[in-house]
């Protein structure tokens, strides 16, 4: 008696292995902060085809102490972002921290230190009255820190009088002075980023923040306490407002009563372009720091090659929307960018 032949199973072909290194390399391309250093590093590198002496020492000492204040209001608008929300109150914080303390530095009663240490916290105040509306009432960001802002510039009007104010020269020495040849405002922003960027990747303060932004149901699920997070995240915004309002009037020495409105709109465009979701939860602040980086070099790119401010904001404008579209889309999909180092199917691979 004969048994009829079993008929063989088709086997599936293995799949090939990627090597380690070109694994490793997929994931670092993945981050956020790899895409906006890469878009820093094409960015300095094309600067000196369009304007020549865009990058010398002098045009990047002129450059950095501003793109630390960018950076410093970008990493408050960060934490806002993260928690699903958006700071619109970041010019008149950044007005009023400048004014305080161009206007009570001098004076004799108050004292430069006090007028720092008043313009920072007495600023901190208005944005955690945001987020507390905000995070208690369920009310949109939008209209709360626009509201916000609001309030703030009448504080302006009030305390100013309509007219602006000289800082202490001793300000002015500081902001503009220089730490083993870096400007120290760009050491102060460096320092509050690794701190912040620690603080929320490291810690699990950070962890449980990143969590409530992603999914305040689940935050609530779990027992944390999102309400305090939220308001947070506004209390920290208007904190860095207010002091890179200060860094402001050391380097205007004389600013002006709208001199915060330049800066609403560069740090959403910092965050968005270091990779953050405007969705809210997980950040990169290492890359926020990066995309205000490369908004202050191409503005002053921008400056170089026109003279025409319409002109400026259009150019401006157009490559910023780029980059951000550049950037959503690889963050939605960081599969185009490891496709680009894996081997085609059927194709050996190399070790």
């Known amino acids: 008696m004969t048994t009829a032949p079993s008929s063989a199973v088709p086997v599936a072909a293995p799949r090939p292995r990627i090597p380690d290194n070109v694994a490793r390399l997929s994931q670092v391309l993945a981050w956020p902060a790899t895409r906006a250093f890469l878009a820093l590093a094409v960015l300095l590198a094309i600067s000196p085809l369009v304007a020549s002496g865009s990058i010398s020492s002098t045009a990047l000492y002129s450059m950095l102490p501003f793109a630390a204040i960018t950076t410093l209001v970008a990493v408050g608008q960060t934490l806002v972002i993260q ?36 313009a920072i916290l007495g600023t901190s105040l208005f944005g955690l009255l945001s987020g507390v ?22 504080v302006v009007q009030v305390v100013s009088g309509g007219f602006g104010a000289q800082a202490d ?3 002015s020495d500081f902001a503009l002075g220089r730490f083993l040849g870096v400007p120290v405002l760009v050491w102060i922003a460096a320092a509050v980023v690794i701190a912040a960027q620690v603080l929320l990747k490291l810690s699990r303060t950070g962890r449980r923040f ?29 904190l860095a407002a207010g002091a890179a309002g200060v860094m402001l009037a050391g380097l205007l020495r004389s600013p002006t009563l709208t001199a915060g409105d330049s800066y609403l709109l560069p740090s959403i465009a910092a965050v968005v372009l270091g990779g953050t979701a405007l969705t809210g939860g997980r950040g990169s602040l290492v890359g ?24 400026q904001n259009v150019v401006t404008a157009l490559i910023i929307g780029v980059g951000i579209v550049l950037q959503l889309r690889l963050g939605q ?19």
């Open 83 to 118: 928690q699903g929300g958006l700071d619109l109150s970041v010019p008149g914080a950044v007005t009023l921290g400048a004014l305080i303390v161009a206007k009570f530095g001098n004076d004799q009663s108050w004292g430069l230190p006090v007028a720092v240490v008043v």
């Open 133 to 154: 509306v905000v995070t208690a009432f369920r009310l949109p960001p939008l209209v709360v820190t626009i509201a916000t802002n609001a309030l703030l510039i009448g």
């Open 169 to 171: 020269p001793r300000l």
């Open 210 to 238: 990143e969590l409530v932004g992603e999914s305040r149901r689940a935050a609530d699920v779990l027992g944390l306490l999102s309400l305090g997070y939220g308001v947070a995240a506004y209390w920290f915004s208007a």
């Open 288 to 311: 926020t720091a990066l995309g205000a980086v490369f908004l202050a070099q191409l503005a002053q790119l921008v400056q170089t090659f026109t003279s025409l401010t319409a002109v």
């Open 333 to 351: 999909s960081p599969a185009r960018l490891i496709a680009l180092f894996r081997p085609r199917r059927g194709e050996p691979v190399r070790t």
